[in-house]
């Protein structure tokens, strides 16, 4: 199959591409830079004959379509985070709700049928993670993406899936309000001090899993409009410092200030209902990977 991915160059873009160039896809990306320094040091170099690289935005229908077409899966990643979002919440609505319309436009166009999106954990507002309540414009924008893409399946049957991961971390998270475990990780590869800007707990979803899932939600869509929570491993964030600790013992990694704003604790069974093989990597062993890959 050739599958687009929207955001490509971003941090899931360059796992999701890696899993789906190891299962023999080939990968279109498509995202508002170029810059592919973060893309080449995860999805490797070697893959570049299996690899399309568009530059567009989101925002622009046109260069959406032109994306898209072609390709039998999408995999739609581009969008800005809770930063960006906060601070300009009509530029966030642009991209991450009508740039979400746009793909799913160009979907009906080209006669695309399976489309794997990002929403997030932040649909949730902080005491339940069961019913959306977003608590930050990104986590409205994420909702309203879901009852579209569940009117995309009632008007057109287009399928979809939906993933709301908490906090997503190993090599290459550099951005965003829960890039901070990852970014002790690589402090703590790098003899450098840091300290995590959150407390409380979350789910911690290690990248590859994700991009996993991302993959096969794309190559194998199931009928309906689904919107799925990740919950990695459950930790409090006092575990993630001792989990970086256990690798590197002498790091100086603390954490301190207010607790995320949405709930962590969530329910993943509906997933593994529809995608029962998912793999999940301990804390311990995405905190190892994620320091060897700083060291090296
Ligand atoms: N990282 C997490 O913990 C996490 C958690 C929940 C949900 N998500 C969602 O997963 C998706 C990917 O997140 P990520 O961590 O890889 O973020 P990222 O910032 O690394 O990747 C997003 C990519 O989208 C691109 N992009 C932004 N605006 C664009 C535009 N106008 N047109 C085209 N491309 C544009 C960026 O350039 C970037 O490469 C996002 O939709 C995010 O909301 C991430």
Redesign the pocket.
Known sequence: MRVLI??????????TARVLFEQGHDVRT????AERA?FDAIAGDTHSRQVEHRT?????PAAVDAAVDGCDGVV??????IPTARKDPLLGA???VL?TLHVFEAAKRAGVRGIA??????VFGAHDGIHPEPRTH?GAY?ACNEGNARAYWDDVGIRSVG???????GP?????V??DPTLAMRAAAEGQPYTIRFTGATGM?Y?ED?ARIFARAATDTPDGAHAFS?QGQLARIDEVVAAIRAEVPDSQVRAEGPELMFAAELDEAPLHAVFPDVHRTPLAEGTRKTIEFYRT
Request: proline share 2%; net charge negative.
């Open positions: 929207t955001g490509g160059l971003g941090f899931i873009g360059a796992w498509f995202d508002v830079h973060l567009g935005d989101i925002t622009d739609h990643l581009a969008a800005v985070l642009r991209i991450n740039g999106y990002a929403s997030s954990a932040a990104y994420k993933l709301r991961p908490s906090t997503v971390y290459g998270r550099e951005i965003g829960t890039a979803d990248v994700v990740l």
